[in-house]
T-cell receptor, first 113, second 112 residues
Framework: ETGVTQTPRHLVMGMTNKKSLKCEQHLGHNAMYWYKQSAKKPLELMFVYSLEERVENNSVPSRFSPECPNSSHLFLHLHTLQPEDSALYLC????????????FGPGTRLTVT | SQQGEEDPQALSIQEGENATMNCSYKTSINNLQWYRQNSGRGLVHLILIRSNEREKHSGRLRVTLDTSKKSSSLLITASRAADTASYFCATERMDSSYKLIFGSGTRLLVRP
């Protein structure tokens, strides 16, 4: 859709499971982002990576663990989640981490049971 | 506290009419961006306007920025049913790198 892909599109997991979300951008961008979108709440920035280095961690609980092996791939590892973590998780990328528009993936709809 | 606040929260218009959405923010910014989101999908970037710009056009979209009032507006002219979506403003603050702060959005319904 926009050069940013996310898998899986839907995920249901129990609170004791471990799963990972994957994001890949095909735009040659240097910055990648994870956002959380919950019902009736503004989009929340979780993590920012610039040139594979984490530059922002928005006080996210340690049960969310990001990984950026290269500038095209971003992962979000999930462990021991809570029901309130159910949300749409969006990945985005931009040319640089400042001053440019962001391109979003379609999101992963996560349900924690 | 919320940086960008859109107004109205919801808007329903007839196809062919114009739709205007407003965004207010609190701190100095580098730029302000508008995004569209169809239900349950990713956001699509519409327009980026920098702090030294006052107006920008893209097709049927017109964005204005008034830094003295810390506000922006998005005008969609000759609306279509396909414009039905949520619209978000996002600000890149001068005092904070790496972050776009999103508002809660305006839900636009364009009736055929």
């Amino acid at each position: 859709e926009t050069g940013v892909t996310q898998t899986p599109r839907h995920l249901v997991m129990g609170m004791t499971n471990k799963k990972s979300l994957k994001c890949e951008q095909h735009l040659g961008h240097n910055a990648m982002y994870w956002y959380k979108q919950s019902a009736k709440k503004p989009l929340e920035l979780m993590f920012v990576y610039s040139l594979e280095e984490r530059v922002e961690n928005n006080s996210v609980p340690s049960r969310f663990s990001p990984e950026c092996p290269n500038s095209s791939h971003l992962f979000l590892h999930l462990h021991t989640l809570q029901p309130e973590d159910s949300a749409l998780y969006l990945c985005a990328s931009s040319r640089e981490e400042q001053g440019y528009e962001q391109y979003f993936g379609p999101g992963t709809r996560l349900t924690v049971t | 506290s919320q940086q960008g606040e859109e107004d109205p929260q919801a808007l329903s218009i007839q196809e062919g009419e114009n739709a205007t959405m407003n965004c207010s923010y609190k701190t100095s910014i580098n730029n302000l961006q508008w995004y569209r989101q169809n239900s349950g999908r990713g956001l699509v970037h519409l327009i980026l306007i920098r702090s030294n710009e006052r107006e920008k056009h893209s097709g049927r979209l017109r964005v204005t920025l008034d830094t003295s009032k810390k506000s922006s507006s998005l005008l969609i002219t000759a609306s279509r049913a396909a414009d039905t979506a949520s619209y978000f403003c996002a600000t890149e603050r001068m005092d904070s790198s790496y972050k776009l702060i999103f508002g809660s959005g305006t839900r636009l319904l364009v009736r055929p």
